[in-house]
Nanobody
Framework: QVQLVESGGGSVQAGGSLRLSCAAS????????IGWFRQTPGKEREVVGV???????YYTDSVKGRFTISQDHAKNTLSLQMNNLKPEDTAMYYC????????????????????WGQGTQVTVSS
């Protein structure tokens, strides 16, 4: 089992920055998909930025150039640096990981992920 715990959410004005962190513990698999998703009420969970099992990053179009994911293997942590935040970035953000090796396009699909954190709220005001 893998446990994922997010931190770093909060409220910020448009144009501001936040950094989310995800601490992983348990039997992590180093070829797994790991990344960030977000969800707003009434909408499906969507990918934000993820690494596939080979370490290649993918970002959804709306965050390219503004968000950056990074991974510290020694500390077993995943981060999401969010700059130039917009009101449409407001959502619950989730860290997620798979239990098996993964590549794209599967690593962009929420259903491929087995482990989820509890979520951290990000609110961006205009």
């Amino acid at each position: 089992q893998v446990q994922l715990v997010e931190s770093g959410g909060g409220s910020v004005q448009a144009g501001g920055s936040l950094r989310l962190s995800c601490a992983a513990s348990g039997n992590t698999y180093n070829r797994a998909c790991i990344g960030w998703f977000r969800q707003t009420p009434g909408k499906e969970r969507e990918v934000v930025g993820v690494f596939d099992g080979g370490g290649t990053a993918y970002y959804t179009d709306s965050v390219k150039g503004r968000f950056t994911i990074s991974q510290d293997h020694a500390k077993n942590t995943l981060s999401l640096q969010m700059n130039n935040l917009k009101p449409e970035d407001t959502a619950m953000y989730y860290c997620a990981g798979s239990s098996r090796a993964g590549s794209f396009p599967w690593c962009r699909t929420p259903a491929y992920f087995d482990y989820w954190g509890q979520g951290t709220q990000v609110t961006v005001s205009s």
